[in-house]
């Protein structure tokens, strides 16, 4: 599947792609030594969408979305990663980047306790482990009293925008957020399932095919292809839409007959051009990295699973396809496997608020102004027996502590829940189908490397892995 097919059919597109990517080259750069690294990747896919859509004529670029922002100058300067703190003391901050590896936090917690606090010159982090300190990362409140506010870096602000729900809290976030549920409802992602499957089957045929039998490493592009599905969902690129995701365009050519997010929330007529941007960007920026991630996990743990994988096949063998959303729904121990590689390696690791009013969590006070990072990934997984082994059953038992509340929480939870929640387990189900049938697959590498840098899991040796037909 090509989003942007090689030639473009017309375009105006065309020239606006081009001058906006030959402006990003080395923002590109600077984003990469932020290791935030899913807008690194984004920007290359766009560049190289720009690269493919060579048509076009001298058109404006004002509404040009991620390259717009990218290129404003809006971003502050190059400061310290992920946080924006001044300058650390040196010991703590070598600490707090270690920890991001894996799951060294469960070690450190063993070492520290599950409440830690990383000095920096100017501010205090604390970063807390437990299921305790998650109940109040999720819901923003302890003992009922609301204590936690949003905390972005400056410069995710600059780029996932003002707007953006993961940079607005209470009835600002509210507001907004009741008017995207419906553009992200069972009737739009429906929509959507027969696209998956035939792009899942598109990718099997373009990417593993041609490697059958050798050592192909995964990890980038299975990144490359969800960044795909969330461009389809947001802007029904690629599909009926007939521009490249304009706001103002979408608007004065009309979007009645389209159900993408872009064209719900014009018809809605609510929300701000600006509002409808950020949103557009932060879902691009969400969507796919974590879900990619997940597709990953799911292949790593497979071959060392036969069992699990025999029980899939055996599901997926009584759904005729092609799958539509009843079917997804069908899909019960598919979707409990979902469940269990989101538990066994959570795609996000952790969170960040502020602390607007002191609290306790473990024992511990932590003061107003603090920054406070909970953990979901290692509270998760530490949350059952046997944590290395893949048991989709665990889901079918109401006693199992991830069935309580807040015990399997991989899409947040409270009122900045994941938005793209179910999108990402019909991508991820739906594209599992695909691959189970038609292949079997081993390691070629003995140990994959896995790491969070810094908040997202990434195969660092790209999953390399060998695949036959079934
Ligand atoms: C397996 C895949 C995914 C995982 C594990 C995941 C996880 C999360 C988590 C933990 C949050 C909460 C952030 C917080 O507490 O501040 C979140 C928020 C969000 N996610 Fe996802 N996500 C996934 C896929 C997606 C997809 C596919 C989309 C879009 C189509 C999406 C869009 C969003 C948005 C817009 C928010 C912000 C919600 C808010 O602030 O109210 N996510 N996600």
Known sequence: MHLFPARASNSARGSRWIRAAAAVGDRAAWFSDLHVDSASALVVFLQQAAAADDGGDDDDDDDDIILRRITA???????????????????????????????????????????????????????????????????????????????????????????????????????????????????????????????????????????????TKMYEPVRRFMMEMPLRLVLGLGDAAPEVGIIADRRAQGCDNLSDTLSEMIKQGQLTDEEMEDQMVTIMLAGYETTAAVMCVAMHVLPMHPEVLEKLRKEQEGIDGPVDWAKFESMTYMLNFVKECLRHHGPVLSFFRTVTDAFEVGGYKVPQGYIYQYHLAAVQRNSVEQPEKIIPERYEDPSNPLNQPFGFTPFGGGEYLCLGERFAKMEICVFLRALVMRYNWTHAAEDPRMMYAPLFLHFTDDLPLIFTRL
Request: glycine letters at 6%; a positive charge.
């Open 73 to 215: 100058g809006k971003l502050p300067p190059k400061i310290s990663p992920l946080i924006d703190l001044p300058l650390p003391i040196i010991g703590p901050l070598l600490n707090f980047i270690m920890t991001l590896r894996n799951f060294k936090k469960i070690e450190q917690t063993e070492q520290f306790g599950e409440v830690m606090r990383i000095p920096f010159l100017f501010s205090t982090a604390i970063t807390v482990v437990s299921l305790e300190g998650l109940k109040i990362g999720l819901s923003c409140k302890s003992q009922g009293k609301k204590v936690l506010g949003t905390q972005q870096a400056e410069s995710i602000n600059a780029l996932w925008g003002r707007k953006s729900l993961s940079n607005i809290s209470g009835s600002e976030h509210s507001r907004v957020k009741k008017l995207l549920h419906p553009t992200v409802s069972v009737k739009i992602v429906a929509n959507y399932v027969s696209r998956m499957e035939s792009a899942s089957e598109d990718w099997l045929r373009d990417v593993v095919e041609p490697a059958l039998g050798k050592p």
